[in-house]
């Protein structure tokens, strides 16, 4: 089974610096989606990025950015210029291969909490 | 677009009562999910539906919950005795046929005293 392991817990930044979230999982498959989700405390899962694996350049959203390591296994989320609004869980998840239909299952990892520092 | 609309947003019941979350998709959405979050477990996907028909239950806990999708633009979770282990937050989640990205709804916190 699919596993996604955040190993941070909690991670804070000051304002306007950099913060880098990791995040690995362990799958068997050789096509599949990662994506970020952030929950700020509204609950509101709102996507951040995403990735699909067949594609070898890492995404970029405005100020995130993911370091896409497939070989190693690993999806960091990079944040520039941390805002206060950026304050929020952070959620890994995977999706499994597209050629797979009914294989629509995300997998989620525990999540880090990112404080903002004024 | 009003994006995917879950209700009620807070829903307090005691043990042995009926429980019934709603939830509205994005319209034109062809898949919708229901995941359930607690802080021992994380989110779960509890079952989802592709134009209106069940795909995988397999993440329901027990026969205490089922779904039902009678048309495409509304969904049901229904919990039937509630417990007080059932406390969660639920989500609604939907997406386009065309992409493989769900969109939440504000989700449903669900406490059973």
């Known amino acids: 089974a699919q596993t996604v392991t955040q190993s941070q817990p909690e991670m804070s930044v000051q304002e306007a610096e950099t913060v880098t979230l990791s995040c690995t999982y362990d799958t068997s498959e050789s096509d599949y989606y990662l994506f970020w989700y952030k929950q700020p405390p509204s609950r509101q899962m709102i996507l951040v990025i995403r990735?699909?694996?067949?594609?070898?350049q890492n995404a970029t959203e405005n100020r995130f950015s993911v370091n896409f390591q497939k070989a190693a296994k690993s999806f960091s989320l990079k944040i520039s210029d941390s805002q206060l609004g950026d304050a929020a869980m952070y959620f890994c998840a995977y999706r499994g291969p597209i050629s797979n239909f009914g294989n629509e299952k995300l997998t989620f990892g525990t999540g880090t909490r990112l404080t903002i520092i004024p | 677009d009003a994006g995917v609309i879950q209700s009620p947003r807070h829903e307090v019941t005691e043990m042995g009562q009926e429980v019934t979350l709603r939830c509205k998709p994005i319209s034109g959405h062809d898949y919708l999910f229901w995941y359930r979050q607690t802080m021992m477990r994380g989110l779960e996907l509890l079952i989802y539906f592709n134009n209106n028909v069940p795909i995988d239950d397999s993440g329901m806990p027990e026969d205490r919950f089922s779904a039902k999708m009678p048309n495409a633009s509304f969904s049901t979770l229904k919990i039937q005795p509630s417990e007080p282990r059932d406390s969660a937050v639920y989500f609604c989640?939907?997406?386009?046929?065309?992409?493989?990205?769900?969109?939440f709804g504000p989700g449903t916190r669900l406490t059973v005293l």
């Open positions: 990735q699909e694996a067949y594609k070898q």
């Open positions: 989640a939907s997406r386009p046929g065309r992409t493989r990205v769900q969109f």
